[in-house]
Nanobody, 125 residues
Framework: QVQLVQSGGGLVHPGGSLRLSCAASRDIGSIHAIGWYRQALGKERELVAS???????TYADSVKGRFTISRDSARKTGYLQMTSLKPEDTAVYYCNAEFRKVVNVEGATVSKNLWGEGTPVTVSS
């Protein structure tokens, strides 16, 4: 069963940086759209950043100017670059990605939406 594998979380001091990554465990096509979510203890899961097929991005107000969502040129790996981290950024971060793969010469595609298992980010001095 294919999985969306995340990496890059951990413990960082306030003001520090981390980069989260996510990629499928096997080739299931290219990342069409991607979103990063987070869930802090006792809170609802919230959308932090999203990237659409046409490269449009959106960010939660709380992370604008500090976080950057991207994908690699091959569209196999998604990233969330986090800078100027604050204690309130502490949460489990989840990647959600939609993959698309062309399956015939006419250009028909199949899609698959996956969630990562979550990676903890702790911002503390």
């Amino acid at each position: 069963q294919v999985q969306l594998v995340q990496s890059g979380g951990g413990l960082v001091h306030p003001g520090g940086s981390l980069r989260l990554s996510c990629a499928a465990s096997r080739d299931i096509g290219s990342i069409h759209a991607i979103g990063w979510y987070r869930q802090a203890l006792g809170k609802e899961r919230e959308l932090v950043a999203s990237l659409t097929a046409d490269a449009s991005t959106t960010y939660a107000d709380s992370v604008k100017g500090r976080f950057t969502i991207s994908r690699d040129s091959a569209r196999k790996t998604g990233y969330l670059q986090m800078t100027s981290l604050k204690p309130e950024d502490t949460a489990v971060y989840y990647c959600n990605a939609e993959f698309r793969k062309v399956v015939n010469v006419e250009g028909a595609t199949v899609s698959k939406n996956l969630w990562g298992e979550g990676t903890p980010v702790t911002v503390s001095s």
